[in-house]
C-alpha cells in the first residue's frame, strides 16, 4: 500500500518561497498520479496541482499557476511542490495524495479534480504566509 509522508512546510512572508516534499513508500510512482492539495480554516479541501507518472501531464488551479510548480524524482519515489510567491491566502494544511491512473487518462479527461477521486493521503503539512 502506498505511503505519503509531506515535509517542508512553515512560515513565509509574502513574496517568499518554500518547498513541500512527499516521499512515497509501498509502490512506485509510475502509474499513479501525484496531487497537492490544501485546506484552510473554513474553506473546503481544494487541488493545488497534480502530475502524472504515466504522461507527465500537469494541472494547476488557477489561483497559483505561474508561482507554484509540481516535479517529481522518479529514482527516489518523491513528489515536490515549489511555491514562489507566496501570499497570505495559500496559508493552509496542504496534503499530498496518490491515485491510480494506468491508463495515463486522468488529467486529461477529468473536468474538475476531486479529493474522493485519490486513495492515499499523507498527514499534512502546515504553510503559513504572514508579515
Same mark, same amino acid.
Given at each position: 500500500? @502506498? ?8 512560515? #513565509?512572508?509574502?513574496?517568499? #518561497? @518554500?518547498?513541500? !516534499?512527499?516521499?512515497? #513508500?509501498?509502490?512506485?510512482? %509510475?502509474?499513479?498520479?501525484? $496531487? =497537492? ?11 493545488? #496541482?497534480?502530475? !502524472? $507518472?504515466?504522461?507527465?501531464? &500537469? /494541472? ?8 507554484? &510548480? ?15 510567491? @507566496? ?13 491510480? %491512473? /494506468?491508463?495515463?487518462? /486522468?488529467? $486529461? ?11 492515499? =493521503? ?7 504566509? !504572514? !508579515?
Amino acid at each position: 500500500q @502506498l505511503q505519503l509522508v509531506e515535509s517542508g512546510g512553515g512560515l #513565509s512572508q509574502p513574496g517568499g #518561497s @518554500l518547498t513541500l !516534499s512527499c516521499t512515497t #513508500s509501498g509502490s512506485t510512482l %509510475d502509474y499513479k498520479v501525484i $496531487g =497537492w492539495f490544501r485546506k484552510a480554516p473554513g474553506k473546503e479541501r481544494e487541488a493545488v #496541482s497534480c502530475f !502524472s $507518472g504515466g504522461n507527465g501531464r &500537469t /494541472y494547476y488551479a488557477d489561483t497559483v499557476k505561474g508561482r507554484f &510548480t509540481i516535479t517529481r524524482t522518479n529514482a527516489v519515489n518523491t513528489a515536490y511542490l515549489q511555491m514562489n510567491n @507566496l501570499k497570505p491566502e495559500d496559508s493552509a494544511v496542504y496534503y499530498c495524495a496518490a491515485r491510480s %491512473d /494506468y491508463s495515463g487518462t /486522468y488529467l $486529461g479527461s477529468t473536468l474538475r479534480i476531486k479529493s474522493t477521486d485519490f486513495t492515499s =493521503w499523507g498527514q499534512g503539512t502546515q504553510v503559513t504566509v !504572514s !508579515s
